[in-house]
């Protein structure tokens, strides 16, 4: 079903919108989910949060696309639930999400420096400069929090060669900050 299709059936409050959601884009939401909150179950009540939160905003959001639209809430849930089970701790370097606090600024207190619509901007801008393989793998790995493995496989590519991409990706990307007057 097309996605202007389930919007409309969102539209009239009609419940196969989210049975039409679920059967089109449920496993890349699940693997978003999986690939943050690292467990099933919690993955699970992220999922059923997240449908509940679209139910919720459209209408009146008529989101464009859809399918980012819902990731974006996917995400949002999911780092939202692995921050609570570590309750500040750090989990260590294995979650993607924690390779790009090196090039971005902290979001934490009320005096953060920074504007979060403005840095999205800003790093939509960054992306967009970007060679359509290396924009790819680092969308995969720091929005969806695909492995490296996985990513390198489909870009067909050593893991290592992007393990090295994808850091020079971060390092150009603190640098552009900087230019643009954010500071880390």
Known sequence: MEDERIIQLFFARDELALAELKQKYGEIFKRIALNITRSAPDAEEVLSDAYLGVWRTI???????????????????????????????????????YELEECLPSSEGTEADFDAKELSRLINRFLSDLDKKTRIAFVRRYFYCDAVKDIASALRMRAHTLTVRLSRTREKLAEFLKKEGITI
């Open 59 to 97: 209408p009146p959001q008529r989101p464009d696309p859809l399918l980012s639209y819902v990731a974006k809430i996917v995400r949002n849930l999911s780092c939202k639930k692995m921050r609570y089970n570590s309750a500040g701790i750090r989990r260590g370097n294995d979650l993607p999400l």
